[in-house]
């Protein structure tokens, strides 16, 4: 059931899964965006959920999460837009992204409960590490679901530890710092990534600061993947009139596809 | 790293390695004899330690019931408990080769005491500040500047202490290596509320010894204001096992019963906020609510957790009072004893008024005296300014 | 009553009654114990005495010559040297039963001082203020009224300190019998030059003891600003008949050669003003002539008697330092050691800025720290403001 | 010489001395005022000179002082004054009112020399009392000028020793207060004046805040004459515009000497 830990990712090569928030613009349309983003040829989505004070993420995304909450956006939400999501088709594999306090707040059981309904494959807290997720990767185990470790150039003597516990794949922080465009990557980056996925049981997947086609390559080159956020969000934050507009939407979302598409190409 | 369930070390992967350096370094000075010994010599002949401890015997008349007495925290150098714990971790800072220090403020103190410190201890310093405080507080920030540091506006939510703080993490994170982030106060990812009640546990040392110097026996209630905790949690936490009653003051802005009003343990919920699980004043989303407070410095949507741990446990009991409550009870401290407290401190010595009449004149009520009022001027004129002119 | 040919009582015939009861009083508390034992203990409980001496060593290197030690008088509650004489005149008012306390004050720290003494002591309190200096000082206004005091606007003169002068001289002669006068420096007629430096003189009391046990002797010159001299008198005191040398920096505003400046000693003439012989500024007919400082707490036209006649006996060296200099040498302070000083304080620094290089390592130079700078920060904010945003 | 030490003075009952300042509202005036109140029959003139800093004052004289001093008004130009209304014919005798600091910055030695010049009887100095006026004393006996000592309600054991050395006469300041137009005066002044008489060798003479004809006549009867300042400086300044006008400093003038006649009938 759950489709990250299924042979068709755990398989595949230079995997691609973008970012995108629930509610971003609004709950119709990043319904449709992710809809839209598989249609692209990605191999997973990471369905993010907004929050008041996203400290691991950048301005563009903060600012993504402020215009979603005013679109009623929320952790609920974001599990009943998946959802529907899945009703009209979406068949990739859903991480879902969040921070530990929306999770707290509705309860450890009932977001588990909440992803099982909406088919979603796994969970990735940032401010979560490893030291605080006992309870819920034991929740997580039980229902099936993966949950999503970081590790960071910083993490050194943690990685091993971190990587035993791996499920679905490992996200690297390509940067030391918060999510957001870069524009260079440290060579230890490389020789770091390799090091990992000696120890990795799962695919390695690169993330933080990638937005260009040329970076996406680059990190294809040396993990299992990447994951690309603040580029794709401020894309779509971009074409946000166009996305609420009848008329516009369709030539927006096709927009969307070309912009993934050729992160891929 | 935690207080019953509360504390703990929600943080980004990335700066999990940070905090374990810091928390190593931490355990390396916490019984270092020569760390003990410069930050004495700091503490006491640049900041002035031990602060008095004064009778406020006309207050005490006034209120007619317990002997008050005041721990004067705001003849601190810089005017306020903060400098004790900036001075400490600026100390711990140089000896783990930081070369910049970072810092979050709200009403500026906390930005003014750790550029004080960065100048004393010739490092460079970052405060970072929301863009409406830095508009409120214009010559807090004329001051960390004329200090050398550099102030940094946050544009992000609401612009405030709470912003600035996700900002100053962020920072840190994309900063680490050089970096130490000097938070300040109890609050944060462990080791720092652990760290910061240690360091500020010199209130409560020194005033258990001035009260047995001066009368011989121990107060029988402490009073402090709580906004992040660091002033209370610092003179409680030498008294935990002795049989005085505790009591931290809350901010209850316009009143708990309106949305107006910063009282985290008295209407929030347990949740994670910079790092640490605690009380928060927090949506049913799990979004956190900016509080409220006529005072800056306890206007913030969570609290210590050791402060959630031992309201929990029952050891230390919790009230909230008004902002005009408040204000009544700074004017009496001006008048009665001639000294203008910050309008933080007021909302202890507020629960002061309410209750001192409640004990005898052989029971001794002692008043954490956090911070000088200096700062709070222009606050109080706009607010009295029509009763006072 | 005279320091060689300086002080003496010129005062109108009305007042020789109250000034041979304040002689009286103050000769009966002069060496007694009971009053020693009192005013000991508001210094130390109430105001944080004994103040910290402070090891400038980043100030020292910086300007590469003495070794350079701070005396922290802005550590005080009210954070200037002021307190120390109000709390023992208040004291002294006090004892000699009377029910009203008056002072005049420039920019507004004795006023203040004087408020929190009358509030502490349970005294009413009128401060004479200049209508012009109430404009410029309208937070410390509000701080005494804060404090319960009534600040009275005065219109005659320039509208400054001078004139607040006057018109507290004049409702003391109509009101001598229940009311005391705490006049703030070491100026008026006598017995006040010789109490309030008698009261200030804890200041080099406390230095030297601490000088002796932080580096056991007694430091190569001691520098302090002088307005009417007060800090000055306090520090420099005790010191009188030890081997160091002793150097009081005036306020030389635009410069000298300007008509815009207050260095009494460098460019006035002996006179009488405010009841005491001494160098005044004062015109060929013997008018005052309104001085000019930056510093509102350096802008007097005379000067203390006892600081003429150690002037003109060669026992004490007077400089005088520009706006200018003074503000360089603040931002010093703040930037190499955190410490943001009082203008006037700046003066003092100025000197030290200009010559510590002229000493060597192992020559220690002491600074008489006289206030804190943050009343200051909306003038240096005007003056630097271009510079720091 | 001293026409305050001859008999005419000494002997004299209900004595009214004036008080005018020298240069107000302007030079030529001022000696023009003095001349008026010969001519309505006053004892003796005090002649004020202007200083910066009147502390034993009221506002009235301040104000008065620096309109003087605006005018051009120092304790030399009311020397200069003074010669020339002895020329002018001024007969009264004249005593110089001035505080200490216009005096220590001409010179004792110049400025007695100056009063000689203008055959000014005394001299008055509120702020040098008799313990600072040594030097002073002695020049003055030597040049044949009154030192004019003052003595207030609250001297009690200072009485005897300052009364003792009473040249011309004793100036018993009737009030606690500095000078200005008062409206009550306590019976413990009477009695003190009473007491003050007995030992005194000279006249004594009730100052500070007398402005009515009532009060005039009040402490004529209980000392042996009255000063009038304020009251009469004031009706002065109110009238410094016709003062100085062609026209109407005649009839300015005129006003003056009635104002000082109503007082004393």
């Known amino acids: 059931m759950n489709k990250l830990t299924e042979e068709r990712f755990q398989k595949k090569e230079n995997r691609f899964v973008p970012y995108i928030m629930s509610c971003h613009p609004t709950y119709e349309a990043s319904i449709e965006i992710a809809l839209t983003l598989q249609e692209a040829g990605v191999d997973a989505i990471e369905w993010g959920v907004p929050f008041s004070d996203p400290l691991a993420d950048g301005p563009v995304i903060q600012q993504a999460g402020d215009r979603a909450r005013k679109a009623g956006g929320s952790l609920r939400k974001a599990l009943e837009g998946m959802k529907e999501a899945r009703q009209q088709g979406l068949q990739a594999p859903v991480v879902l992204f969040t921070y530990v306090n929306p999770v707290l707040s509705v309860g450890f059981e009932k977001v588990i409960e909440g992803m099982k309904e909406a088919e979603i494959d796994g969970i990735l807290i940032p401010d979560l590490p490893f030291e605080e997720s006992e309870e819920l990767r034991k929740l997580c185990n039980e229902a099936g679901i993966s949950l999503i470790s970081l590790i960071a150039p910083s993490s050194s003597h943690r990685m091993e530890k971190i990587s035993r516990l791996g499920d679905g794949f490992l996200y690297y922080v390509t940067s030391l710092g918060v999510t957001g465009t870069r524009q260079s990557f440290s060579d230890q980056i490389s020789h770091s990534i390799n090091e990992l996925k000696k120890t990795a049981t799962v695919p390695v997947l690169a993330g933080f600061g990638i937005s260009t086609r040329d970076q996406v390559r680059h990190f294809q080159s040396i993990a299992d993947g990447v994951i690309v956020g603040s580029a794709l969000v401020r894309f779509i934050g971009e074409r946000e009139q166009a996305l609420l507009s009848e008329n516009e939407s369709k030539e927006a979302l096709k927009e969307i596809k070309e912009f993934v598409q050729e992160l891929i190409s | 790293g935690r207080f019953g369930p509360f504390g703990g070390k929600y943080v980004p992967e990335t700066l999990m390695f940070a905090l374990e350096e810091l928390e190593k370094a931490y355990e390396s000075i916490r019984h270092d004899e020569e760390f003990a010994r410069q930050l004495h010599k700091e503490l006491k002949e640049y900041s002035g330690r031990p602060t008095?401890?004064?009778?406020?015997?006309?207050?005490?008349?006034?209120?007619?019931?317990?002997?008050?007495?005041?721990?004067?925290?705001?003849?601190?150098?810089?005017?306020?408990?903060?400098?004790?714990?900036?001075?400490?971790?600026?100390?711990?800072?140089?000896?783990?080769?930081?070369?910049?220090?970072?810092?979050?403020?709200?009403?500026?103190?906390?930005?003014?005491?750790?550029?004080?410190?960065?100048?004393?201890?010739?490092?460079?310093?970052?405060?970072?500040?929301?863009?409406?405080?830095?508009?409120?507080?214009?010559?807090?920030?004329?001051?960390?500047?004329?200090?050398?540091?550099?102030?940094?506006?946050?544009?992000?939510?609401?612009?405030?202490?709470?912003?600035?703080?996700?900002?100053?993490?962020?920072?840190?994170?994309?900063?680490?290596?050089?970096?130490?982030?000097?938070?300040?106060?109890?609050?944060?990812?462990?080791?720092?509320?652990?760290?910061?009640?240690?360091?500020q546990s010199i209130i409560g040392e020194e005033s258990k010894k001035q009260m047995n110097e001066r009368i011989g026996k121990l107060p029988d209630e402490i009073v402090a204001c709580v906004g992040g905790g660091s002033n209370a949690m610092g003179m409680f936490y030498p008294f935990i096992n002795d049989d005085v009653k505790l009591t931290g003051i809350e901010a209850a802005g316009k009143g708990t019963e309106t949305p107006e009003h910063a009282a985290t343990l008295t209407k929030g919920r347990k949740g994670v906020l910079h790092g640490s699980l605690s009380y928060l004043l927090q949506d049913e989303d799990g979004n956190i609510i900016e509080p409220y407070s006529i005072s800056a410095g306890l206007d913030y949507p969570g609290i210590g957790p050791e402060h959630a741990h031992l309201r929990d446990i029952g050891r230390v009991k919790y009230e909230a009072v008004t902002d005009d409550e408040a204000m009544a009870a700074l004017q009496d401290l001006c008048q009665f004893e001639g000294i203008l407290p910050a309008i933080e401190t007021a909302h202890a010595l507020a629960y002061v008024k309410q209750n001192a009449q409640r004990m005898s004149k052989d029971q001794v009520l002692l008043v954490c005296l956090s911070g000088r009022g200096d700062k709070d001027v222009h606050t109080i004129q706009q607010v009295l300014g029509g009763d006072n002119q």
């Open chain 2, 52 to 199: 008095a401890l004064t009778h406020a015997e006309r207050l005490s008349d006034h209120y007619g019931g317990a002997t008050i007495y005041l721990k004067r925290e705001d003849l601190n150098h810089t005017g306020a408990h903060k400098i004790n714990n900036a001075l400490a971790q600026g100390l711990l800072a140089k000896k783990m080769g930081k070369t910049q220090i970072i810092a979050e403020t709200g009403a500026g103190q906390h930005g003014v005491a750790s550029a004080t410190v960065a100048a004393r201890f010739g490092m460079s310093c970052k405060v970072f500040m929301g863009a409406e405080d830095i508009r409120r507080q214009e010559l807090n920030v004329f001051r960390m500047r004329l200090l050398g540091a550099e102030v940094i506006e946050v544009h992000s939510g609401g612009k405030t202490l709470k912003d600035a703080t996700n900002e100053a993490i962020r920072h840190w994170v994309a900063n680490v290596h050089d970096t130490f982030y000097l938070i300040g106060s109890v609050v944060g990812p462990h080791p720092y509320p652990m760290m910061v009640r240690d360091f």
